[in-house]
């Protein structure tokens, strides 16, 4: 919930996008307000059961980690398998490799921390802390 307004920036700016990518194309927005760890978000489901009916022709995604933070490329054959195209619309620069793997490992850490511990408990938050902490002192 406290990304709640770069959510709405990038949904504005994907409109943009696919009005002057696709000025004469019907869209719609899905969105989710979840981890892009969690298999189960009801976005995510939406978009695989659209597919699945030939109801939508491609889905289009601000950034890569934005449909999944793994297995990026198991979607993308899914959708391709439905005749779906994925299509990113912003490439952010290329991360080095220790920048991406410390997001990932915060990412995950962050993500059973919370399953853990729930997402309001103080043990939760010194569990992120520390490993935040840890990847800042190399």
Not at 82 to 105: C, M, T, W
């Amino acid at each position: 919930n406290t990304q709640r307004d770069d959510l709405e920036r990038q949904i504005s700016s994907l409109e943009d996008y696919v009005r002057k990518h696709f000025p004469q194309t019907e869209y719609i927005v899905i969105k989710d307000i979840a981890s892009g760890l969690k298999e189960d978000r009801r976005g995510l489901r939406k978009l695989i059961e659209l597919a699945r009916s030939k109801q939508i022709d491609a889905v289009v995604v601000a950034y890569k980690d934005r449909l999944t933070r793994f297995g990026f490329t198991y979607l993308k054959e899914l959708f391709e398998a439905y005749g779906v195209r994925v299509i990113i619309a912003f490439h952010e620069e290329p991360k080095n490799y220790y920048q991406e793997l410390v997001e990932d490992l915060i990412a995950i850490v962050t993500s059973f921390a919370g399953r853990v511990y729930g997402k309001r408990s103080r043990k939760y938050r010194k569990v992120v802390e520390a490993v935040e902490q840890a990847v800042k002192d190399p």
